[in-house]
């Protein structure tokens, strides 16, 4: 998982809470970095899903500390699931779109995660866009996918957007 850290997150608000927990609300992105700097602690921000971010303090270096250690230990942990651990989390199949995709590319997409769903396979969604421009033309593509998805499965999430795209998941019915 990606670790953002001060002047890395973009978000003009963020979600904030303070070294102790407490909850700070929405403050904008400037403010947030200037209690961060007075406080001598760092903003964190691990989740861009939501608009705004959840953005924390956290006390100087404990945040990337914390990440590569998570990252380690995810290292450790893959090869010994590959040798037949079954997790209790069900593998999601992702299918991947662009913002301008032709008919034929769609329908054929459209039948895979038509297909996953009714055999009762959960399915990611994601409409990729090569920018802010595009990102209304994946949106729009997300919309009709869910539309004609609707018989087979419903959303899990929203429709999320970011800057690059949208994503939506979807479980069979």
Known sequence: MAVFMNEQIRASEVVLTGLRGEKLGVVSREEAL??????????????????????????????????????????????????????????????????????????????????HLRSGKPVQLVVQASGAKEAAAAKAVLERLVTD???????ETGLQTGGKGSKVKLNPR
């Open 34 to 115: 200037a209690m961060a700097r007075s406080q001598g602690a760092d903003l964190v921000c691990t989740s861009l899903m939501s608009s705004p971010p959840p953005c924390s303090l956290m006390a100087k270096g404990k945040a990337k500390a914390a990440a590569q250690k998570e990252a380690a230990s995810a290292r450790k942990a893959a090869p010994g699931q590959a040798a037949g651990k079954s997790g209790s989390k069900e593998k999601v199949k992702e299918l991947r779109f662009t913002a301008h995709i032709e008919e034929h590319d769609y329908e054929t997409k459209l039948r895979q995660a038509d297909k």
């Open 149 to 155: 998805l609707k018989e087979a499965g419903v959303k």
